[in-house]
């Protein structure tokens, strides 16, 4: 079983609308976690990274949430834009790294 | 700076062929890291180095892959004889520290080469 289990799989929203976005973890001990954008065609580009002191944090229009306790990240997406279609993934950084299987977010107009 | 460069973008050839995929990671970065990116298994850690020395292999899927950092500008994943099964988008990334507990640890992740073993 992945440590690091992200939902939706897959999610498709309308052009402005927010959405949100999980990420459930079980690696142990844990260090960080980090959020990656990955545009079709490219790497990974990191987003935010939360350690374990940090609840929330902003980047524009990404906030990210850590609930350490619970083991949970989201990632909140506000006033979607056609540019946020890509898929963010869920990296959580123990002994090593780990990766979430990512959610697809598909923006539409 | 140019990021981390990737070459070839794009691969084709025939299973039992050998495959080469180069990387130069962002100047003054220590550690590299080579992952595999696949619809099934996401991304997977291959190899990371620091410091131009092999640290972790262990995502190394069989003796066909091997990969060498002769020097801290230039990385190579090789892999002979190839399969239909090494079809995949390969990474490379580098980063200023090795993957340690740092906040401050943040990968740099190349484009990318796509590689399909017929």
């Known amino acids: 079983k992945n440590q690091v289990e992200q939902s939706p799989q897959s999610l498709i929203i309308l052009e402005g609308k927010n959405c949100t976005l999980q990420c459930n973890y079980t690696v142990s001990p844990f260090s960080n976690l980090r959020w990656y954008k990955q545009d079709t065609g490219r790497g990974p580009v990191s987003l935010t990274i939360m350690t374990f002191s940090e609840n929330t944090k902003s980047n524009g229009r990404y906030t990210a949430t850590l609930d350490a306790d619970t083991k949970q990240s989201s990632l909140h997406i506000t006033a979607s834009q056609l540019s946020d279609s890509a898929s963010y993934i869920c990296?959580?950084?123990?002994?090593?790294?780990?990766f979430g299987a990512g959610t697809r977010l598909t923006v539409k107009p | 700076d140019a990021g981390v460069i990737q070459s070839p973008r794009h691969e084709v050839t025939e299973m039992g062929q050998e495959v080469t995929l180069r990387c130069k990671p962002i100047?003054?970065?220590?550690?590299l890291f080579w992952y595999r990116q696949t619809m099934m298994r996401g991304l997977e850690l291959l190899i990371y180095f620091n410091n131009n020395v092999p640290i972790d292999d262990s995502g190394m899927p069989e003796d066909r892959f091997s990969a060498k950092m002769p020097n801290a500008s230039f990385s190579t994943l090789k892999i002979q004889p190839s399969e239909p099964r090494d079809s995949a988008v390969y990474f490379c990334a580098s980063s200023l520290f090795g993957p340690d507990h740092s906040g401050a640890n943040v990968l740099t992740f190349g484009a990318g080469s796509r590689l399909t073993v017929l």
């Open positions: 990296v959580v950084m123990g002994n090593d790294m780990r």
């Open positions: 100047s003054g970065h220590n550690s």
